[in-house]
């Protein structure tokens, strides 16, 4: 069985530096993909960034990137140069290469940044 | 672009009552997810479809619910009766390739 593991259920960071999010996986399939999303206050469920397990180059999007450790089973999120913004859940989550759905997620981890 | 539609919003009813969520995909969306989000359990999936057809609805709790997909622009899924412990918010989001998109979420509360 496939399962998401997101270890920090609360962080902090300052205003304007980088702070990493951890994420491991546990799967038997060689096919699959990573993916982050951020959750406000308000509620809604944003796409920041996905990884394919093929795909060699760490994915990037703007400040967000994603350290891929396939022998680790690691996919931590990556935020440069925070924001108050970003203060928010962010969830790895899991699910078929290439494919945007039937997402395994982690229970989440609460970023606030500290002006 | 319109993204993933849900209505409505809130919807707050009494236990044994018929609840119905509605979602219409992004259009050229070939896939429909229901999700549903609890503070014990987290995101889970009730509920997909690829081209309206339902593939896996292993996650749907009881007989109580079911989903329906009658044509590519509308989903609903149906509540009948409701329980407190239906108590969530449920997510519809649609994928065509990578990634997921979803709406906005239903707050459901039972009382």
């Known amino acids: 069985a496939q399962k998401i593991t997101q270890t920090q259920p609360g962080m902090f960071v300052q205003e304007k530096e980088a702070v990493t999010l951890d994420c491991t996986y546990d799967?038997?399939?060689?096919?699959?993909?990573l993916f982050w999303y951020k959750q406000p206050s308000s509620g809604e469920m944003i796409f920041l960034i996905y990884?394919?397990?093929?795909?060699?180059q760490n994915a990037t999007e703007g400040r967000y990137s994603l350290n891929f450790q396939k022998a680790r089973k690691s996919a931590n999120l990556v935020i440069s140069a925070s924001q108050l913004g970003d203060s928010a859940m962010y969830f790895c989550?899991?699910?078929?290469?290439?494919?945007?759905?039937?997402?395994?997620f982690g229970q989440g981890t609460e970023l606030s940044v500290k002006p | 672009d319109a993204g993933v539609i849900q209505s409505p919003r809130h919807e707050v009813t009494e236990m044994g009552q018929e609840v119905t969520l509605r979602c219409k995909p992004i259009?050229?969306?070939?896939?429909l997810f229901w999700y549903r989000q609890t503070m014990m359990r987290g995101l889970e999936l009730l509920i997909y479809?690829?081209?309206?057809?339902?593939?896996?609805d292993s996650g749907m709790p009881e007989d109580r619910f079911s989903a329906k997909m009658p044509n590519a622009s509308f989903s609903t899924l149906k509540i009948q009766p409701s329980e407190p412990r239906d108590s969530a918010v449920y997510f519809c989001?649609?994928?065509?390739?990578?990634?997921?998109?979803f709406g906005n979420g239903t707050r459901l509360t039972v009382t």
């Open positions: 989001a649609s994928s065509w390739g990578v990634p997921l998109h």
């Open positions: 799967t038997s399939d060689q096919s699959y993909g």
């Open positions: 990884q394919g397990s093929y795909d060699e």
């Open positions: 989550a899991m699910g078929p290469y290439n494919q945007g759905g039937k997402l395994i």
């Open positions: 259009s050229g969306h070939n896939s």
């Open positions: 479809f690829n081209n309206n057809v339902p593939i896996d």
